[in-house]
């Protein structure tokens, strides 16, 4: 019986961890400069932990190998001796040297570089608010940034605690209400890393989800100087007539898209929705299907959203549905 649970046990394990292996970004696999130092410190604290360990094992072996001595002696170092070393002088030297690289790592990466990118972040319920200050650009649940130029994230909550966390770039930092919090970090590799909120926040939580899109210098320019300019009128007259919808009616009361009358602040602006990848914070994808059931009923997607159902007809949800897609 006790060997059947010990494999159910196991057995459980390993689905689990399959489960996880591709949803979870590892926090080993940096592409970020606080990133890797935190990796660093791991490793180092991983060597030291596995250094101990072997150590132990190894007097455990050879005790048990070598056993009494024939003379009635048992070759003891002793008691003293043993609690001196093992007790205090070798864990006061690692817990040092872990202070020391610690200290070290959080002073370097909180150091400020001139030349760094401004982003400010606000965490709202249950999505994030990102803006680029000295810019028009503000967009939400994607945040854009130039690989091998230091950033500092502004971060703030309107509401309750959240934490921001993307652990292939950097690590967490809470946004507290009435408090600015600043990370500074440089990322190092292009490419779109998955950001969570790491402090429970209320019943959407777990879809508070966003990403990181690191450009190249280049890249992130270009897109820059394209997001300043007012959106171009919709092209055809199914999108047409959903930007009509869509100022209209509510939408324009909670969203804001540059250049119309929608200039609400309660949900996310839509200037560029077009070009994000999900919905909702990475709740489902981007996709005119999954947009069709957020727009008719977003509760049905995200329990506990903002986003109350709209009533359009089946010719408008299509119609608004042309009309964002073109946002880009």
């Known amino acids: 019986m006790r060997s059947t649970r010990v494999a159910v046990v196991v057995l459980a394990t390993a689905v689990v961890a399959a489960g996880c292996g591709d949803k979870s970004p590892s926090m080993l696999k940096t592409h970020g400069s606080e990133a890797s130092r935190i990796a660093g410190i791991w490793w180092l604290m991983f060597g030291l932990g596995a250094g101990v360990y072997a150590v132990v094992a190894f007097f455990i072996v050879w005790a048990i190998v070598r056993g009494r001595r024939a003379d009635g002696g048992d070759g003891r170092v002793s008691d003293n001796m043993w609690i001196v070393w093992g007790g205090v002088v070798v864990p006061v030297l690692i817990l040092g040297v872990l202070a020391v690289v610690t200290v070290q790592a959080t002073t370097d990466l909180r150091k400020p570089e001139a030349g760094a990118l401004q982003v ?58 009435g408090q600015h919090n600043i990370l500074r970090f440089t990322p190092r590799t292009p490419g779109t890393y998955i950001g969570e909120c790491a402090e429970f926040c209320g019943v959407e939580h777990a879809r508070m989800g966003f990403v990181v899109i690191v450009q190249t210098t280049t890249d ?35 969203h804001a898209i540059r250049g119309t009358p929608a200039q609400g602040t309660v949900g996310p602006d839509l200037t560029d929705f077009g070009e994000r990848t999900t919905i909702g914070a990475r709740t489902v994808p981007n996709t005119p299907e999954n947009l069709a059931k957020w727009i008719v009923d977003a509760q049905s997607l995200k329990p506990g959203a903002l986003m109350p159902p709209m009533p359009m007809s089946d010719r408008e949800v299509k119609n608004v549905i042309a009309y964002l897609e073109g946002l880009k």
């Open 220 to 254: 992130f320019d270009r897109w820059m100087t394209r997001h300043q300019l007012t959106p171009s009128s919709p092209d055809g007259e199914s999108a047409i007539e959903g930007e009509v919808t869509l100022v209209t009616q509510a939408c324009a009361g909670c």
């Open 120 to 177: 400010e972040v606000v965490g709202k319920r249950w999505w994030w608010q990102v803006g680029y200050p000295g810019t028009s650009v503000t967009t939400a649940n994607e945040i854009r940034l130039p690989a091998g130029r230091q950033v500092e994230i502004g971060l703030d909550s309107d509401n309750v605690v959240h934490s921001f966390w993307v652990p292939q770039l950097a690590g967490k930092l809470d946004l507290i209400p």
